[in-house]
């Protein structure tokens, strides 16, 4: 088992910038990429960002040059740097991490999700 707790969600203005955290314990030795996930309201939750155990990253084009997704040295604690906030970025942030069974498969874990909410 693996619990993800995030944090650093808020509200802020546009062109602000906030930080989120994402700190797996638990069986943490399984884990293995990373991601955050966004939901706006009445729409369907989509990826933001991805990174791998190597630390391979990649962004969807509405956040690149403006997010950067990061891990620790422990790879136990994902980060989302998030600058130049538009309200269109307003949306509940999820992290996920896929944890690598014995046989082979994944399991996949979510956060409980941190709120973000950027105002014109």
């Known amino acids: 088992q693996v619990q993800l707790v995030e944090s650093g969600g808020g509200s802020v203005q546009a062109g602000g910038s906030l930080r989120l955290s994402c700190a797996a314990s638990g069986n943490t030795d399984c884990i293995s990429n990373m991601a955050w996930y966004r939901q706006a309201p009445g729409k369907e939750r989509d990826v933001v960002s991805i990174?791998?155990?190597?630390?391979?990253?990649s962004y969807t084009d509405s956040v690149k040059g403006r997010f950067t997704i990061s891990q620790d040295n422990t790879k136990t604690t994902l980060y989302l740097q998030m600058n130049s906030l538009k309200p269109e970025d307003t949306a509940m942030y999820s992290c996920?991490?896929?944890?690598?069974?014995?046989?082979?498969?994944?399991?996949?874990?979510w956060g409980q999700g941190t709120q973000v909410t950027v105002s014109s």
């Open positions: 996920q991490m896929s944890c690598r069974l014995s046989s082979g498969r994944y399991y996949y874990y």
């Open positions: 990174i791998d155990a190597s630390g391979w990253a």
